[in-house]
Protein backbone atom coordinates (compact mmCIF):
# COMPACT_ATOMS: atom_id res chain seq x y z
CA UNK A 1 0.00 0.00 0.00
CA UNK A 2 0.59 3.83 0.01
CA UNK A 3 2.53 4.92 2.75
CA UNK A 4 5.03 7.70 3.93
CA UNK A 5 6.95 7.48 7.08
CA UNK A 6 9.23 9.09 9.16
CA UNK A 7 12.44 7.29 10.80
CA UNK A 8 12.56 8.74 13.83
CA UNK A 9 9.73 10.71 15.71
CA UNK A 10 11.97 13.59 17.48
CA UNK A 11 14.83 15.22 17.11
CA UNK A 12 16.85 17.21 19.45
CA UNK A 13 19.43 19.91 18.23
CA UNK A 14 21.59 22.53 19.73
CA UNK A 15 20.83 26.05 17.98
CA UNK A 16 23.00 26.90 15.12
CA UNK A 17 24.06 22.83 14.09
CA UNK A 18 22.38 21.49 11.08
CA UNK A 19 19.30 19.36 11.46
CA UNK A 20 18.49 16.64 9.06
CA UNK A 21 14.93 15.10 8.92
CA UNK A 22 14.80 11.78 7.20
CA UNK A 23 11.49 10.34 5.33
CA UNK A 24 10.99 7.18 4.00
CA UNK A 25 7.90 6.35 1.39
CA UNK A 26 7.01 2.76 -0.12
CA UNK A 27 5.64 4.32 -3.54
CA UNK A 28 7.88 4.47 -6.51
CA UNK A 29 5.26 5.44 -8.24
CA UNK A 30 4.85 8.86 -6.40
CA UNK A 31 6.24 12.12 -8.34
CA UNK A 32 5.91 14.73 -5.97
CA UNK A 33 7.04 15.82 -2.43
CA UNK A 34 6.11 18.60 -0.12
CA UNK A 35 7.71 19.09 3.16
CA UNK A 36 5.57 20.63 5.97
CA UNK A 37 6.15 22.34 9.32
CA UNK A 38 3.45 22.58 11.94
CA UNK A 39 4.02 24.50 15.26
CA UNK A 40 1.66 24.33 18.07
CA UNK A 41 -1.82 25.10 17.50
CA UNK A 42 -1.25 26.05 14.04
CA UNK A 43 -1.92 24.61 10.70
CA UNK A 44 0.72 22.79 8.51
CA UNK A 45 2.81 25.24 6.69
CA UNK A 46 4.90 24.41 3.41
CA UNK A 47 8.30 24.48 3.39
CA UNK A 48 9.85 23.10 0.35
CA UNK A 49 8.38 20.50 -2.54
CA UNK A 50 10.39 18.41 -5.05
CA UNK A 51 8.85 16.69 -8.21
CA UNK A 52 10.73 13.32 -8.81
CA UNK A 53 12.46 14.49 -12.35
CA UNK A 54 14.80 15.82 -9.04
CA UNK A 55 17.57 15.02 -6.30
CA UNK A 56 17.75 18.50 -4.66
CA UNK A 57 16.32 21.66 -3.85
CA UNK A 58 17.15 24.92 -1.94
CA UNK A 59 15.17 27.31 0.24
CA UNK A 60 15.76 30.08 2.46
CA UNK A 61 18.42 27.47 4.89
CA UNK A 62 16.39 24.37 3.92
CA UNK A 63 17.76 21.38 1.57
CA UNK A 64 15.14 18.78 0.43
CA UNK A 65 17.12 15.74 -1.06
CA UNK A 66 15.44 12.53 -2.94
CA UNK A 67 16.71 9.21 -3.50
CA UNK A 68 14.69 7.44 -5.65
CA UNK A 69 16.61 4.33 -6.01
CA UNK A 70 16.40 3.75 -1.82
CA UNK A 71 13.03 6.06 -1.85
CA UNK A 72 13.89 8.15 0.84
CA UNK A 73 13.79 12.05 0.78
CA UNK A 74 14.99 14.73 3.69
CA UNK A 75 15.05 17.89 4.85
CA UNK A 76 18.24 19.42 6.00
CA UNK A 77 17.39 22.73 8.22
CA UNK A 78 21.11 25.20 8.31
CA UNK A 79 21.68 26.81 11.32
CA UNK A 80 18.37 25.38 13.15
CA UNK A 81 17.01 28.13 15.85
CA UNK A 82 15.13 27.64 18.21
CA UNK A 83 11.75 28.99 15.96
CA UNK A 84 12.64 25.84 14.22
CA UNK A 85 10.82 23.76 16.90
CA UNK A 86 8.13 22.45 15.25
CA UNK A 87 6.53 19.19 13.90
CA UNK A 88 7.48 18.72 10.18
CA UNK A 89 5.57 16.19 8.03
CA UNK A 90 6.41 14.95 4.44
CA UNK A 91 3.80 14.07 2.36
CA UNK A 92 3.83 12.54 -1.29
CA UNK A 93 1.09 12.95 -4.16
CA UNK A 94 -0.49 9.37 -4.39
CA UNK A 95 -1.09 7.56 -7.20
CA UNK A 96 -4.47 8.86 -8.11
CA UNK A 97 -3.21 12.10 -6.97
CA UNK A 98 -6.03 13.08 -5.71
CA UNK A 99 -4.46 13.87 -2.48
CA UNK A 100 -0.99 14.22 -0.10
CA UNK A 101 -0.51 11.42 2.15
CA UNK A 102 1.20 12.14 5.49
CA UNK A 103 3.79 10.59 7.14
CA UNK A 104 3.54 10.77 11.07
CA UNK A 105 5.79 13.59 11.66
CA UNK A 106 9.32 14.45 13.27
CA UNK A 107 9.16 16.38 16.90
CA UNK A 108 12.15 18.70 16.12
CA UNK A 109 13.43 20.65 19.88
CA UNK A 110 15.82 23.26 19.37
CA UNK A 111 17.43 23.91 22.49
CA UNK A 112 19.88 27.23 22.89
CA UNK B 1 -3.62 38.09 2.86
CA UNK B 2 -6.26 35.71 4.88
CA UNK B 3 -5.49 32.34 3.25
CA UNK B 4 -7.36 29.84 4.33
CA UNK B 5 -9.70 30.53 7.32
CA UNK B 6 -11.71 28.16 9.49
CA UNK B 7 -14.40 28.45 11.96
CA UNK B 8 -15.06 28.25 14.54
CA UNK B 9 -11.51 27.38 16.23
CA UNK B 10 -12.94 25.35 19.08
CA UNK B 11 -16.41 23.87 20.18
CA UNK B 12 -17.43 20.99 22.29
CA UNK B 13 -20.07 19.19 21.51
CA UNK B 14 -22.54 15.92 23.13
CA UNK B 15 -23.08 12.90 21.56
CA UNK B 16 -25.46 12.83 18.89
CA UNK B 17 -25.91 16.82 18.42
CA UNK B 18 -24.59 17.98 14.95
CA UNK B 19 -22.54 20.72 13.40
CA UNK B 20 -21.39 22.56 10.42
CA UNK B 21 -17.49 23.46 10.22
CA UNK B 22 -17.08 26.43 7.45
CA UNK B 23 -14.06 26.53 5.58
CA UNK B 24 -12.96 29.37 3.25
CA UNK B 25 -10.19 30.18 1.36
CA UNK B 26 -9.76 33.81 -1.01
CA UNK B 27 -6.85 32.62 -3.18
CA UNK B 28 -9.06 31.37 -5.98
CA UNK B 29 -8.09 27.74 -5.47
CA UNK B 30 -10.14 24.98 -7.01
CA UNK B 31 -9.63 22.29 -4.86
CA UNK B 32 -10.72 22.32 -1.08
CA UNK B 33 -9.83 19.36 1.18
CA UNK B 34 -10.97 18.18 4.60
CA UNK B 35 -8.35 16.73 7.19
CA UNK B 36 -8.63 14.94 10.88
CA UNK B 37 -5.71 14.87 12.41
CA UNK B 38 -5.12 12.50 15.41
CA UNK B 39 -2.14 11.36 17.76
CA UNK B 40 0.40 9.07 16.35
CA UNK B 41 -1.88 8.70 13.09
CA UNK B 42 -0.70 11.76 11.36
CA UNK B 43 -3.75 13.94 9.01
CA UNK B 44 -6.09 11.78 7.25
CA UNK B 45 -8.41 12.38 4.41
CA UNK B 46 -11.98 12.89 4.75
CA UNK B 47 -13.45 14.60 1.75
CA UNK B 48 -12.46 16.71 -0.84
CA UNK B 49 -14.39 18.73 -3.65
CA UNK B 50 -12.16 19.82 -7.04
CA UNK B 51 -14.36 22.24 -7.88
CA UNK B 52 -17.64 24.09 -6.67
CA UNK B 53 -20.29 21.74 -6.89
CA UNK B 54 -18.34 19.08 -6.31
CA UNK B 55 -17.02 16.66 -4.02
CA UNK B 56 -15.47 12.88 -3.44
CA UNK B 57 -14.42 10.85 -0.43
CA UNK B 58 -11.22 10.70 1.18
CA UNK B 59 -9.68 7.89 3.36
CA UNK B 60 -12.19 8.26 6.46
CA UNK B 61 -15.75 9.98 5.21
CA UNK B 62 -18.08 7.77 7.64
CA UNK B 63 -20.05 10.09 9.83
CA UNK B 64 -19.26 13.37 7.83
CA UNK B 65 -20.94 15.11 5.05
CA UNK B 66 -19.72 18.09 2.87
CA UNK B 67 -20.77 20.51 0.63
CA UNK B 68 -19.13 22.91 -1.99
CA UNK B 69 -22.08 25.25 -3.06
CA UNK B 70 -19.61 28.28 -3.42
CA UNK B 71 -15.59 27.91 -5.31
CA UNK B 72 -14.29 29.76 -1.73
CA UNK B 73 -16.20 28.09 0.74
CA UNK B 74 -15.91 24.22 1.97
CA UNK B 75 -18.24 23.09 4.80
CA UNK B 76 -17.94 19.64 6.73
CA UNK B 77 -21.16 18.52 8.41
CA UNK B 78 -21.09 15.93 11.45
CA UNK B 79 -24.94 14.71 11.80
CA UNK B 80 -24.84 12.77 14.69
CA UNK B 81 -21.27 13.12 16.33
CA UNK B 82 -19.98 10.07 18.07
CA UNK B 83 -16.81 10.45 20.62
CA UNK B 84 -15.04 8.99 18.06
CA UNK B 85 -14.71 12.50 15.85
CA UNK B 86 -13.13 14.20 18.45
CA UNK B 87 -10.33 15.60 16.32
CA UNK B 88 -8.65 18.53 14.99
CA UNK B 89 -10.04 18.92 12.17
CA UNK B 90 -7.79 20.97 8.82
CA UNK B 91 -9.11 22.15 5.79
CA UNK B 92 -6.93 22.99 2.76
CA UNK B 93 -6.82 23.77 -0.13
CA UNK B 94 -5.02 23.74 -3.86
CA UNK B 95 -4.48 25.62 -7.08
CA UNK B 96 -4.74 22.02 -8.68
CA UNK B 97 -4.74 18.47 -7.72
CA UNK B 98 -1.51 17.07 -9.30
CA UNK B 99 2.19 18.21 -7.96
CA UNK B 100 0.84 21.52 -6.08
CA UNK B 101 1.08 22.21 -2.46
CA UNK B 102 -1.72 22.48 -0.11
CA UNK B 103 -2.38 25.83 1.92
CA UNK B 104 -3.67 24.71 5.33
CA UNK B 105 -6.11 26.34 7.99
CA UNK B 106 -5.41 26.93 11.46
CA UNK B 107 -7.94 23.97 12.16
CA UNK B 108 -10.81 23.25 14.33
CA UNK B 109 -10.33 21.40 17.63
CA UNK B 110 -13.50 19.63 18.45
CA UNK B 111 -14.39 17.70 21.82
CA UNK B 112 -17.37 15.59 21.58
CA UNK B 113 -18.54 14.46 24.91
Known amino acids: GESVGLHLPTLSVQEGDNSIINCAYSNSASDYFIWYKQESGKGPQFIID?????DKRQGQRVTVLLNKTVKHLSLQIAATQPGDSAVYFC???????????FGKGTTLSVSS | NAGVTQTPKFRVLKTGQSMTLLCAQDMNHEYMYWYRQDPGMGLRLIHY???????AKGEVPDGYNVSRLKKQNFLLGLESAAPSQTSVYFC????????????FGDGTRLSIL
Open chain 1, 91 to 101: AENSQAGTALI
Open chain 1, 50 to 54: IRSNM
Open chain 2, 92 to 103: ASSYSRKNQPQH
Open chain 2, 49 to 55: SVGEGTT
